[in-house]
């Protein structure tokens, strides 16, 4: 296991009798790009602001290498904030960003112009070093903000949704950009979104959190394929995944969720797992790209709509009055509007969560 080097513990933050964060506890390990993931307001950039020094916690304590920085101000944490909006000096040439903070701490000319070249290199600014930074392109100056925390050797580098500016194509490159330096440079790294595929694409590890809490952290992986409750499925995957609702019925070899239809969800199975699940009410859930068209398909339903997403196409399949479920079929399967059509689910990828509390009840085959 890799070295601590930010634990959060029991942060609670409010403004007014609005809390903002709600005893959020996580670590980050060395080299790790660890990210706060949630919708607008859930107090994912609060945390950043407590872990950077901007906000004092009402309750909780940040450690950054062991040492308790909570009451620190924050040029005494040794970490460094790159905002949104990238907050470079536009007047200023590429070299004296980076170079600014070394300037501050009244270091000589010589070690600065060799840290600042080495950076450069790093990041692949070395060309436009004397260009104005109000001049140059919108991943340059991203880099250039972060070229300028990272040559102070920061022990955290913390960014606050900094994609979010830029259009689809630039943010995709950028991302990839992102990446690589956090690898190259073995840097720790938290980093804000509200964009799961962004999560999903950059992170070691993922913090979702939701109205201030934390509510599951784990590796992109793990948060996709065994979310804990509802929110975390519905918020995680695009398309999202698709929920079923109704009362679980368990007879003989069968599972069978009964709503305004009985929909036959597996057959020939071992029931054995779900029979204390045997009438209760649950949302059943899987993903577009565990179900698939099939003659002997137990979900029937009618397309209602149909979508290209890349070589795939998602068609939208009502089955019941109450719902309809979405399913990725190849580009040019003869299948559209109107046609009736049977769905098969990986009876391994379903998940059955807890219709009154939204808890995760049981994975499929799990």
């Given amino acids: 296991m890799s070295r601590v080097v930010l634990r959060v513990e ?18 980050v390990y060395e080299g790790e790009l660890f990210t706060l993931l949630g919708p607008s307001g859930c107090g994912k950039t609060t945390t950043l602001r407590v872990i950077a020094g901007l906000e004092h916690p009402d ?18 944490r040794n ?3 790159v905002f949104q909006e990238y907050a470079v000096f536009p007047h200023m040439s590429v070299y004296d960003n980076i170079a600014f903070g070394l300037k501050a701490r009244k270091i000589s000319k010589l070690d600065i112009d060799k840290k600042v070249r080495e ?39 913390l960014l606050d949704e900094p994609l979010t500016l830029v259009d689809a194509k630039i943010r995709e490159r950028m991302r990839r950009e992102l990446r690589k330096m956090q690898r190259d440079l073995g840097v720790t790294m938290v980093f804000v979104t ?76 071992d029931t054995r797992p779900y029979n204390q699940l045997d009438g209760k009410k649950v949302i059943i859930g899987f993903r577009p790209e565990d179900a698939f068209i ?25 089955v019941s009055d109450k719902c309809s479920v979405r399913v990725f079929v190849d580009l040019y399967a003869l299948i559209g509007i ?19 509390t939204g808890l995760k009840l049981l994975r499929a085959g799990v």
């Fill in 10 to 27: 029991n942060i609670v933050k409010t403004f007014g009798k609005t809390i903002a964060v709600n005893d959020v506890s996580f670590e």
């Fill in 59 to 76: 309750r909780g304590r940040v450690y950054i290498d062991n040492v308790d920085v909570t009451d620190l101000p924050p040029r005494d």
């Fill in 79 to 81: 970490v460094c904030l």
């Fill in 119 to 157: 950076v450069a290199e790093l990041l692949d600014l070395q060309k436009l070093l004397w260009q104005k930074a109000g001049k140059i392109g919108l991943s340059e100056q991203q880099r250039t903000a972060i070229a300028r925390c990272i040559v102070v050797e920061p022990k955290l580098l």
């Fill in 194 to 269: 509200h964009d799961q595929l962004e999560a999903l694409m950059l992170s070691d590890r993922i913090a979702v959190m939701r109205e201030g809490k934390l509510i599951q952290v784990g590796t992109p992986q793990e948060i996709y394929d065994n979310p804990i409750n509802l929110f975390v499925a519905s918020f995680i995957g695009s398309p999202t995944m698709n929920f079923l609702e109704g009362v679980l019925r368990v007879v003989e070899d069968k599972l069978i969720l009964e709503s305004d239809m009985k929909i036959d969800l597996m057959r020939g199975i």
């Fill in 294 to 318: 099939s003659p002997e398909g137990l979900i029937k339903g009618v397309v209602q709509h149909t979508e290209i997403a890349g070589d795939r196409k998602i068609i939208h399949v009502r």
């Fill in 338 to 356: 109107g046609d009736v059509t049977s769905i098969q689910v990986n009876p391994l990828r379903l998940h059955i969560f807890d219709k009154e």
